[in-house]
């Protein structure tokens, strides 16, 4: 029974999470652990939120998903896991991550409150409706690093951040959208298959998410670019933007694999499975240590 929770509460999505650290390393406070374990504290707190998130989904979905040829096999839409020991799951997960986020700063326990309930619209009514669903998804990106500013005393963060992780969701979340509509399985008549159909995909079509996709890969190269020269406080020979070529190439790679390999379907395999991708992310990540650290 734990190992059908702990598959429900979908532990590979928590790298999503690791976007609470932005305001750790950004703000160049990495190695003060005090910080650094208030910022750990708060990524596991928000791992639990989430996973509330994931079961009520599920809960939710649990019909449509029973016609789906993968998701039928969920715990939950299986039966394999009880309706009620997931609610009763859900509800303890939630509790588990806000009572002590009060602990750790009333307003991070408040941006997980705002989330909770921004994700649960998401999943009852927005998630259907185009263009919209994709802005929720990054805001969820959006107060995940807002959360992180919450729990340490923020001096060096820049706005600009705020942009680049907008664009950065919107991205993914476009390029997603993609990876569906290019993977959409037919019937026999060449209507898209009721089982691997998603109703907001009526609102999309592979062009306009091509366009959308490259306004925003676009914008967001600019975007990166601005910060490294502008960030606050950047070393005066502006270093950091030695570190605009791995993301480049990041951006690059994840076009590459949802246009040319056709997945992308769930970006955190990606990040999980693609090679050239995690050493992209790696060097860019030992980059801006570097750049931030070594002085």
Known sequence: MLRLLLKTMRPRQWTKNAFLFAALVFDG????????????????????????????????????????????????????????????????????????????????????LVYFAMMLAYSKWLKHVAILDVLILAAGFVLRVHAGTTLITVERFSPWLYVLMTLLALYLGFGKRRAELAMLVEDGNGNPDAGTYRKVLDGYTIPLLDQFITIVSGTTIVAYSLYTFFRPETPGNHSLMLTIPFVIYAIFRYLFLIQVKRIGGEPEEILLSDRPFQISIVLWGLAVLAVFYLK
């Open 29 to 112: 406070k990495l190695l003060q652990l005090p910080d650094f374990l208030r910022t750990l504290a708060g990524f596991g707190l928000f791992c639990l939120i989430s996973s509330a998130v994931y079961i009520i989904n599920d809960l939710m979905d649990v019909d449509a998903d029973r016609q789906h040829p993968v998701k039928k096999n969920r715990p939950i839409a299986s039966g394999k896991l009880p309706v009620p020991t997931a609610i009763a799951a859900g509800s303890f997960l939630c509790l588990l991550a806000v009572l002590p986020g009060f602990l750790l700063s009333w307003q991070f326990a408040l941006t997980i």
